[in-house]
């Protein structure tokens, strides 16, 4: 026998050994009382079944990332904020996703098997669906942002509460959404030459409701039941949500029972606190923005961290979309004066969040890091001074209020002090 054959003669013997033993021990526990049903479990491995709550999963007990209120919580509305400082990769964790409810103080619980999708108005073929039969017709799984047209607001200037990313940029998230093309059940009930607006209803305590050009709804809305490979959940619009690609948060009508198509955009009540007041509007509204413009923010370092040492750190941060794909993020270490490409993570989605990285060795003295994204139109982020200058604020004022801005995307600098805390360089 040489030495290789010797070894493996000894390996399986001890293998042998172990199984025996293993068998004796398994024995010797079956005897101790096994209370699982299933017989050769150990307690130690095989938590019992009427305890064991992992059937479906939950973060370690070591982790405590989750969502907060909002800084700028108005009276009539519930709105929780997606923790991106923690987050990885570009998929916010379906329980993690931030949560906008106008007129109500918890989501609703609607019986799948009650809820009905009527299709209506300028259709040669109105059309009613329950869920199971919505899921008989050929879907589609993408992945898309939604965003409040509240983020990243400082209500009546005030800003205090808005340290963290979580707090500035918080009203964001970003799922896998599995569902059904409006274009598809449109073109099932054949909408009539004069049907060029929707108004999409959701069957909540507040009836939200939103009238959309039919191009938008034609192009790539979906009228999603799958949120991150399960149901969507209650908080996102269970048993059914639309899902409006790169546009303000409020076309996403949860809880979506009825789309009826019509000639012209309604105006109703319930849009009306979304028309928006800017300064060079002089008095007039502006009832409709659509698509955001490119916006990004670096997640870590950000608000509220602490540098423990000078040396390597990874920047890491999120940019995202209306226009379609991003392009190109580029960071600047030193308050702006100078930039470098970002690393994009790949692939690259349309109208979605997109993850991006830059080494950095921290010296030890202040530091100002903010980021800036193009999208695949050529647009490109915008400082505080060229949106103030845009929409006709006061140069330098970050005096965006509730009532005068929207949709700010502007460039977000984070201030690194010699002891490497960080914080919101607009609050300082
Ligand atoms: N039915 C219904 N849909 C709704 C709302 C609502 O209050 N009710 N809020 C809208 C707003 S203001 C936003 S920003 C998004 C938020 O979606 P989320 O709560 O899934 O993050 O849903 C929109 N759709
Ligand atoms: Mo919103």
């Known amino acids: ?36 049903a299933r017989g050769q479990k150990s307690e130690s491995r095989v938590p019992d079944e009427r305890s064991y709550s992992s059937f479906y999963g939950v973060p370690s007990h ?53 809820h009905r999708l009527l299709i209506h108005g300028l259709v040669d073929r109105p059309l009613i669906f329950t869920l199971e039969e919505l899921k008989r017709l050929p879907s589609v799984s993408r992945i898309h942002f939604i965003e409040c047209r509240g983020n990243t607001i400082w209500p009546g200037g005030n800003h205090s509460g808005f340290r963290t990313v979580q707090e500035t940029h918080g009203k964001a998230s970003c799922s896998e959404w599995t569902g059904v093309l409006v274009s598809t059940l449109l073109r099932e009930a054949g909408v009539q030459k004069e049907g060029t607006w929707i108004i999409a209803e959701g069957a909540d305590a507040g009836h939200h409701v939103k009238s959309t050009p039919m191009e938008m709804a034609m192009d790539d809305f979906m009228v999603a039941y799958g ?38 955009p309604y105006m109703l009540a319930a849009e009306n606190t979304y028309a928006d007041l800017r300064p060079n509007l002089q008095g007039k509204r502006l009832w409709f923005n659509y698509y955001w413009q490119p916006k990004s923010v670096i997640t870590r370092p950000s608000g509220g961290q602490q540098l423990p040492r000078p040396g390597f750190y990874e920047i890491t941060g999120l940019a995202w979309s209306g226009g379609g794909a991003i392009r190109k993020v580029e960071v600047s270490t030193d308050g702006g004066q100078t930039w470098k490409e970002a690393r994009l993570q790949d692939p690259v ?16 003295q202040e530091a100002v890091l903010q980021s800036r994204c193009t999208d695949e139109q050529g647009d490109v982020q915008k400082s505080m001074d060229e949106f103030a200058e845009l929409w006709g604020y006061k140069p330098g004022s970050i005096d965006i209020n509730t009532n005068s801005g929207a949709m700010v995307n502007v460039i977000q600098p984070w201030k690194v002090d010699r002891e490497g805390r960080v914080e919101n360089a607009f609050l300082i």
């Open 1 to 36: 026998m040489d030495s290789t054959e010797k070894d493996a003669k000894v390996k399986q013997s001890s293998r042998r050994r172990f199984l025996t033993q293993g068998a004796a021990l398994a024995g010797l526990t079956a005897v101790g009382g096994i209370r699982s």
């Open 62 to 114: 070591f982790e405590s990332t989750v969502r907060e209120m909002a800084p700028n919580q108005y009276p009539h509305m519930l709105s929780t904020l997606t923790p991106q400082q923690d987050s990885v990769g570009i998929i916010t964790p379906s329980g993690l996703h931030f949560l906008n409810l106008r007129n109500h103080d918890a989501p609703p619980s609607i019986d799948p098997q009650q």
């Open 227 to 264: 949120q991150n490979g399960e149901a969507v959940r209650p908080e996102q619009g269970y048993p059914m949500r639309m899902i409006a690609p790169g546009s303000v948060g409020i076309f996403n009508v949860k809880y979506l029972r009825r789309i009826k198509v019509v000639d012209q």
């Open 349 to 364: 989605h349309r109208k979605a969040f997109s993850r991006f990285f830059l080494d950095w060795t921290w010296d030890g």
